[in-house]
């Protein structure tokens, strides 16, 4: 029978490999943001970022626009039935 003592060793361990391997992949990421590279002006992101998000605004309100107009409807398709089911 396996003790408790050995299951706590291997979350132990478990926990070591990953602390290590998030120190190497931290090392990873600081060796490339420090590392000398020429930097590289885009013609097409910035315009192609302004579309996008101006798309996204304009999507956000048509959604928001179709979502009062179907609570409205659902609104005004419910309003007779809970009149006359109150009523009856």
């Excluded at 998030?22 to 090392?27: E, F, I, T």
């Excluded at 990421?29 to 590279?37: G, I, P, Q, S």
Aim: aromatic fraction near 2%.
């Amino acid at each position: 029978m396996i003790g408790p003592e050995i299951h706590v060793a291997n979350e132990l361990a478990e926990a070591r490999v990953h602390d290590s391997l998030r120190a190497y992949h931290n090392r990873q990421l600081l060796a490339l943001a420090t590392e000398d590279r020429p930097t590289r002006r885009s013609i097409v992101r910035r315009p192609a970022a302004l579309l996008l998000a101006t798309m996204s605004r304009r999507t956000a309100a048509i959604v928001r626009k179709l979502d009062e107009c179907v609570a409205e409807d659902l609104v005004r398709a419910l309003a007779p039935t809970e009149y006359e089911a109150s009523k009856g």
